[in-house]
């Protein structure tokens, strides 16, 4: 490697690593830089020693962080917060000191921060839409010549003026081993399965949409099982007042190959979003799909902008009876389960970590 070679620092605000989503976004997508030949390092306040990264990973400033951000403190969370962020730029700016880096944060304070006080290329990849003041950092970014905005979708184009030679879409993404050969549902179990956690920023799952669907399934078809991944069957009967139906699965929280594993063997995905502006483009859309899974999805704006009408199959995110009717109709029509399948493995294919990151980095760094 060339000693002026651009490094790419990975920023995040947050534990690392991690299964969650994000921590798998940035693991994988780090992975895929470093073997584009960039030296590639994440940097986090707080490391988690417990998992494991094939990355560099260099915790800064996790004292104060886990001083000034105890849960113990109750008083002034967003100014304790923020006044954190600011250090950790600052003592991000002053430790990699190269020139030639190239920061990649999710955070929009952090890039503002980094922008102002550094000479350094910045990646600010964007995964929601901004609100409040993060509006006006975000216009302050846009305008900047060193930062390159990467929304997750084209979610922000009709909102905010973006230099189109510093603007890029950064899908989500799976590893391209990750993606199965076309599907035979016959090699399959009747499962239909949903991967996920119970709760996403303050917003909960439909326990009892999930349960009265299931229980639909097990009225007419007593074979299909309803797989769980991510909870167990505790926690599934404290968030509703009866019992749960028989068909369900519990695997409870598993590492990321069980939960890939188990989606290889399933024929039918569940993705279960309300319809709000937070989750623009769930990652587990992209993995049900590289898994050869038919997708059996709420109807939000969000959903059929990613997935329209051709890759999958749609139903009203408030009616279990809904959501039956698409499953039988998946039942009932072999030619267009298979044409959804077929739409979805040629899709999936163009979304690799390896293509998503050379999409960025071969803007970013065209005049290097």
Known sequence: MNKNSPKILFILTARFPTEKAYGVTTEFSARATKE?????????????????????????????????????????TSLRYHFF?????????????????????RDVFIAFVLSVISRNR???????IPTGFRVFL??????????????I???????????????????????????VDFPDNKTRNKTIIYVGQPESKGKKLNFTLMNELAELIWQEYPDWIFEVVGFDKNFFEK????SCSKNFNFLGPVPREIALSRMNLARIGLVLYENDSYHQFPLKIVEYAASGLTILASDTSIHRRILGSKKCVFFD?????????SFRNLQNNYKE?????????????GLTYQKRVYRVLDNVLKDF
């Open 153 to 179: 979708s084209n979610f922000l184009e009709s909102q905010f003026n973006f230099d189109k030679n510093r603007y890029m879409i950064a899908p989500m993404a799976v590893n391209s081993t990750e993606i």
């Open 122 to 128: 910045i990646v600010l990849e964007l995964h929601n």
């Open 317 to 325: 995110g408030t009616s279990s009876k809904s959501a039956f009717l």
């Open 36 to 76: 584009l030949g960039y030296f590639t390092s994440i940097i986090t306040p707080k490391r988690d020693h417990d998992l494991l990264s094939m990355l560099y990973v260099d915790e800064v400033m996790g004292r104060l962080y886990a001083i000034l951000l105890s849960s113990k403190i109750k008083l002034f």
């Open 239 to 242: 968030q509703m007042a009866k």
């Open 85 to 105: 962020l600011c250090v950790y730029a600052f003592a991000i700016k002053n430790k990699m000191k190269y020139l030639n880096n190239i920061f990649w944060t």
């Open 337 to 349: 389960t298979y044409e959804i399948k077929a739409n979805l493995n040629n899709w999936v294919k």
């Open 138 to 151: 975000v216009n302050f970014l846009i305008k900047k010549p060193l930062v390159f905005v990467s929304p």
